[in-house]
């Protein structure tokens, strides 16, 4: 890895990844709003794409605008339809979260325009079945 960056609309995570990584570049905003400066190889999101009133906009805006022609792009999400557990987690936390399938998530990514998609559930536990990751290229 040349280099790395960071966005997040918490200025404390920002502040809390800045200390574990000088080098790196952090910055506070919201992921709609940002444009990075160039292309990454890699794009990596965890426990955010449900948080979005509409996630099929951002998985769409990293494959057109974030990511390098044959960049890839992976994200974990633990907030899932099939995911029984998490279902009453946006009551009992008193946050809107995007609840959707298993399905929804990967036509989104093939809508927008990602291909060799896989998925894969893990850390699946007796009452949890783990969580959902997904991967595409570009």
Not at 110 to 121: D, M, P, S, V
Request: glycine share 8%.
């Amino acid at each position: 890895c040349f280099q790395s960056a960071g966005v997040d609309g918490a200025e404390k995570m920002i502040e809390r990844a800045k200390t574990a990584d000088s080098r790196g570049l952090y910055v506070c905003e919201d992921i709609l709003e940002w444009e990075p400066s160039k292309r990454f190889d890699v794009i990596f999101s965890m426990e955010v794409l449900y948080y979005l009133e509409n996630p099929k906009e951002f998985i769409k805006k990293t494959f057109n605008d974030w990511l390098a022609h044959d960049g890839c792009f992976i994200f974990g999400i633990d907030h899932y339809l099939e995911n029984k557990k998490s279902i009453d987690w946006p009551k009992r936390v008193g946050v809107n979260m995007n609840t959707q399938s298993i399905k929804f998530w990967i036509n989104a990514m093939e809508r927008a325009g990602f291909k060799n998609i896989k998925f894969w559930q893990t850390g699946a536990k007796e009452d949890w079945p783990g969580t959902l990751v997904v991967f595409g290229e570009k």
